[in-house]
């Protein structure tokens, strides 16, 4: 392969900056030309592809979004759309191609890799929901802005003796609800994957106000109801003194933590390997710390489940 191309699409996480930056180097480092699609799949159709240098991705690796923009594109979904998309492609030479993004943006690759032309996805979500990887790149730094809100939430809670409900995002995946109310030592945590007893939880609050605790945080995933409608129906059950905050994009955006910025430099470099190697059509990732990649249409098949043991761990410890 002497031309390769790479994307950003669907929602932006952080870290994609530097996932983008080890695809480009590394198919440098090998001899390989580079090119960048601007604004997803809709870049791709349009042809706004430009040639990327080793400079192009300099003083990138600490930013937070994706300086190749990203874009949801109705058009890529259709047969047409896919047609000119590799039209565009050939035009400017490249023989595969790297897609960052969500389930969605795999779906695109897949397209392309059912059309005959080499895709490989690279995992960016903040939502962590993605099959065939225990880890997407984002979801560490979403998590690391979520506990600090948390910790500032409960410096609050706690000097007015209130219950706060923090909604955050990871659509319909659990993911970050659990890691942040487990890291924010949350009372209660309410996950899309695990239906919840407003009873139980009311008793539970009630119990550890009898106890003297000055204070409640309860974390709800975006995939289980809307905070405020959540902050309402616990307020008819407990007559607590009750707070809401939704988070929302603010979980999108930072500088990537430490932990993102190698996952990404390590899955992007790997997905360059993939088609070095000739094969397109691979998503890859990340198990037990050691890089893995799996046929795109396999990996699409799987489903994404929330780590149950740590679920577990997260009811034991809040008791
Ligand atoms: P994410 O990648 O974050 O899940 P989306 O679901 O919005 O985000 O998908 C991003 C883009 O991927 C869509 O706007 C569309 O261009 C492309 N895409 C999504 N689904 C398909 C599909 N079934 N076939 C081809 N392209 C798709």
Known sequence: MKRIGVLTSGGDAPGMNAAIRAVVRKAIYHNIEIYGVIGGYAGLISGNIQKLELGSVGDIIHRGGTFLYSARCEEFKTREGQEKGIEQLKKFGIEGLVVIGGDGSYMGAKALTEHGFPCVGVPGTIDNDIPGTEFTIGFDTALNTVIDAIDKIRDTASSHE?????????????????????????????????????????????KGHARGKKHSIIIVAEGVMNGYEFGKRLKKETDFDTRVTVLGHVQRGGSPTAFDRVLASRLGAKAVELLMDGSGGRAVGIERNRLVDYDIIEALAKKHTVDLNLYKLSKELSI
């Open 162 to 206: 209130r219950t706060f409900v923090v909604e955050v995002m990871g659509r319909n995946a659990g993911d970050i609800a659990l890691w942040a109310g487990l890291a924010g030592g949350a009372e209660t945590i309410l996950i899309p994957e695990d239906p919840y007893d407003m009873r139980d939880i009311a008793s539970r609050l009630k």
